[in-house]
């Protein structure tokens, strides 16, 4: 049985697509994410673009704390890319949900891009409200 490492790190993971750096919210974003990492008494963030949809919420998976999120957009990202991602998160206690807090649309009838409320998986409910909360606001 597969189960989520004890990560040692202090390091507070955020894992993005490499399309984020041309996003002109991405030094907002970052900043935002270290003033939460000290706050909750991690040393540092680590800016990670891993790989595809599956391969960074895998990776984030087995980290101490951190979030995988990409901003809602009218295209990119469909259930191949997150529905079994989202299943192993659900299994495992981890958070996942669209940008906003709300459960993913798996099942769109208009679509099967799942961008349209952006993606957020997080290795807690405590960083997942945060990432959330900083985005409506």
């Known amino acids: 049985l597969w189960k989520v490492n004890e990560a040692k790190s202090d390091n507070f993971a955020f894992v993005f697509d490499r399309s984020f ?12 994410m270290k003033e939460f990492a000290v706050k909750i008494g991690l040393s540092k963030v680590e800016e990670v673009q891993y ?14 704390a951190g979030c995988y999120l990409k901003y809602p957009q009218e295209k990119g990202g469909s259930i191949w890319d997150y529905g079994a991602s989202n299943c192993i998160y659900k299994e495992l206690g981890l958070s996942v949900s669209d940008i906003y807090g709300n459960e993913m649309e798996l099942n769109r009838k208009e679509s099967t ?6 993606i957020l998986f997080a290795t ?3 960083i997942s409200s945060f990432v959330s909360k900083f985005f409506r606001d």
């Open 21 to 32: 750096f041309k996003d002109s919210r991405y030094a907002e974003t970052v900043s935002s």
């Open 51 to 64: 790989g595809g949809a599956a391969m960074n919420a895998m990776w984030l998976a087995q980290q101490n």
């Open 113 to 118: 891009h799942m961008n349209h409320n952006g």
């Open 124 to 126: 807690n409910d405590k």
